[in-house]
């Protein structure tokens, strides 16, 4: 094991910049409910075990937006990532914390961890299998109040669709 600390040599530190805005865009890609961003993140034969799913990443992105639909919004958060990389492999821990707005005026919070393998091929890091593990969740009435916050309501609005300002913002992000 390296040692904590360690001043990484500069490919080392390209490598986990990228393998971080993986784990940054699949986050991104549930956020705005996008099956491209999220299987952007994930190679072909990647393999997903989320509870209740358990199979190919693909298929599971690929079905994920329609779910998010549900939701009037969701934000991903990320941090505490810890990376071990061995050659062309790593093993990563991120931090979870998901907010989920329900139609019915309820928000469910959900306190996690992703483990990752990563796999890179031909210079590029992807995501091979992740786990997610539940620390905790709750949920609660929405506490959304604009009449006490008028100076909010001008601002805009995230969706989980291309209207959402940073499709056009971010444009080069997968190509778009």
Known sequence: MAEVG????????????????????????????????????????????????KGPAHSFCDALPN????????????????????????????YLTAHHRRPDDTEMTYIGRYLDRMEKREGVWK????????????????SEDFDNNQSLVPITRATHDPDDPSFEFLGWIIGR
């Open 127 to 142: 995501i091979k299998f992740r786990q997610i593990v539940m620390t905790w969740h709750q949920d609660a009435a929405m």
């Open 67 to 94: 779910g998010l639909r549900n939701f009037v919004n969701t934000q991903h958060q990320i941090s505490n990532t810890l990376i071990r990389i061995e050659g062309s492999t790593a093993n990563v821990e991120s």
């Open 6 to 53: 360690r001043v990484p040599n500069l490919e080392e530190m390209a490598d986990r910049l990228a393998i971080i805005e993986i784990i940054h865009m699949y986050a991104r890609g549930v956020d705005r409910a996008d099956a491209e961003i999220l299987k952007s993140t994930c190679w072909e034969d990647a393999e997903l075990d989320y509870g209740g799913y």
